[in-house]
């Protein structure tokens, strides 16, 4: 996915290799953003699977990519199942990568990695949502791993290791504390946010964040000058979904002066 910015539209040109393929263009902010949905027919993958989703964002264009459902680890005795994201967003230009819950079934091998490379004033709002198992379905994570892997390039790297049978991991008061569901929002710059911005940034998360209900934790850091990072976890994916897009409505309010509507496919 090539975004490019002419005569104040961003437009969007594309290629694929397999089932994975975007739909039409979309704009409901007007001309100046492109929203598009990424599809795999599929529905998930499985060991020996390999999805590759490459996106470059020109100078001064702004793209907003989702998906229409979840992406899903299914169980594979043989080999990893992988999905790699790729991202350089270019000077002055922005990127939201909003992807609906990635699903890890019992039994699988996953790769879950992004990856972020953000020029001198280009500035991305990214999130991962990551639910283990099915726990409404009766369907609990209990064998298999999930590799983690999102990273701003140069900047920022965050790394995990999912194991079902981990039982301190998954159940202990210093891991997941017997959540099922993790997610993460970065909101993050190819340069250094001034202070009022940053400030701006925790603050309107952490006003949303003491609000939330019983059973989730989340907080919000800066752990370098150009990123702000959002954690959560929570027993089901309903509430930390909730939370990341009001946190990402208030930050595209605050830091972009832009609206906060949610793209269309969320709501089909």
Not at 209 to 224: N, Q
Request: with cysteine; glycine share 8%.
């Amino acid at each position: 996915m090539d975004y490019a910015h002419q005569d104040g539209r961003t437009m969007v040109h594309h290629q694929h290799q397999g089932p994975l393929r975007i739909l039409q263009s979309l704009y409901p902010e007007g001309d100046a953003v492109c929203h598009n949905v990424l599809v795999h027919p599929p529905g998930g993958l499985v060991g020996g699977d390999v999805m590759e989703i490459d996106v470059h964002v020109q100078p001064q264009a702004h793209g907003l990519i989702t998906t229409p459902g979840a992406t899903r680890f299914y169980r594979s005795d043989k080999g990893l199942a992988t999905q790699h994201v790729h991202a350089r967003v270019a000077v002055h230009a922005r990127l939201e990568w909003l992807p609906l819950e990635t699903i890890a079934y019992s039994g699988c091998h996953g790769v879950n990695q992004a990856v972020f490379e953000l020029a001198p004033g280009a500035e991305l709002m990214a999130w991962d949502i990551t639910a283990l198992g099915l726990p409404n379905a009766n369907q609990p994570f209990e064998r298999g791993q999930l590799q983690q892997h999102l990273e701003i390039k140069d900047v920022w790297l965050e790394r995990g290791l999912i194991d079902a049978q981990d039982t301190r991991l998954m159940d202990g008061p210093l891991g997941l504390a017997k959540h099922r569901c993790m997610a993460t929002l970065v909101f993050a710059c190819g340069t250094d946010l001034s202070r009022e911005r940053r400030d701006m940034a925790l603050s309107l998360a952490r006003a949303l964040t003491e609000l939330t209900p019983a059973g989730l934790m989340a907080g919000v850091t800066s752990p370098h000058p150009r990123v702000v990072v959002l954690r959560t976890l929570s027993p089901l994916v309903e509430p930390a979904q909730s939370l990341l897009r009001g946190v990402w409505s208030a930050w595209r309010q605050g830091l972009w002066a832009m609206p906060a509507g949610l793209p269309r496919i969320w709501s089909m």
